[in-house]
T-cell receptor
Framework: DAGITQSPRHKVTETGTPVTLRCHQT?????MYWYRQDPGHGLRLIHY???????DKGEVSDGYSVSRSKTEDFLLTLESATSSQTSVYFC??????????????FGPGTRLLVL | AQTVTQSQPEMSVQEAETVTLSCTYD???????LFWYKQPPSRQMILVIR??????QNATENRFSVNFQKAAKSFSLKISDSQLGDTAMYFC????????????FGKGITLSVRP
């Protein structure tokens, strides 16, 4: 257990509404990530953070923004949700042993349905 | 760009038998990490095993072992004495060493263990 929680765990929303997903960690890891998982695509990186207020884009960042104002929280925002953003979203953190960022541990996931 | 290929979408194995899941990757880098993650029906992503490319010795974790062939860019996972709890989707993943490096996933393979 790497001390990662995600909220909400399930959400149903309507097209055009804003949605924010939260990832919370308790072990002071520097790196945090947001992925989406869709059938036939595996996991794809949306955004990641390498420190407070330090973020960068992944391969599927369009339509998403992130913020990290404190070490323990990494927020993913869909400014105006679309049906194509229906997915399962995973947060991850880097290796809790602190030796490097190479091993990622995942949160339990958030299932988002956009109607 | 790095790619990870898992060409078998599904496999099935009898309980107590051995099964091998295939993974190939493409990169021009020489220093990297390879991972296998397991995703059971609960959807939690669980790290199974990790291999550093500079190590010639294949990684093992209890009933799980890998066959890492660097020249062939192949990284297969062998599960010995398969158990019903091994039923899951398995993802192969790749990461170049270095700061802010990103994890690239294959599309996954669904493994069913038959009683």
């Amino acid at each position: 257990d790497a001390g990662i929680t995600q909220s909400p765990r399930h959400k149903v929303t309507e097209t055009g509404t804003p949605v924010t997903l939260r990832c919370h960690q308790t072990e002071n890891h520097r790196y945090m990530y947001w992925y989406r998982q869709d059938p036939g695509h595996g996991l794809r990186l949306i955004h990641y953070s390498y420190g407070v207020k330090d973020t960068d884009k992944g391969e599927v960042s369009d339509g998403y923004s992130v913020s990290r104002s404190k070490t323990e929280d990494f927020l993913l925002t869909l400014e105006s949700a679309t049906s194509s953003q229906t997915s399962v979203y995973f947060c991850a953190i880097s290796d809790p042993l602190g030796g490097g960022q190479e091993t990622q541990y995942f949160g339990p996931g958030t299932r988002l349905l956009v109607l | 760009a790095q790619t990870v290929t898992q060409s078998q979408p599904e496999m099935s194995v009898q309980e107590a038998e051995t099964v091998t899941l295939s993974c190939t990757y493409d990169t021009s880098e020489s220093n990297y990490y390879l991972f296998w993650y397991k995703q059971p029906p609960s959807r939690q992503m669980i790290l199974v095993i990790r291999q550093e490319a500079y190590k010639q010795q294949n990684a093992t974790e209890n009933r799980f072992s890998v066959n890492f062939q660097k020249a062939a860019k192949s990284f297969s996972l062998k599960i010995s004495d398969s158990q019903l709890g091994d039923t899951a989707m398995y993802f192969c993943a790749f990461m170049i060493t270095g700061a802010n490096s990103k994890l690239t996933f294959g599309k996954g393979i669904t493994l069913s263990v038959r009683p």
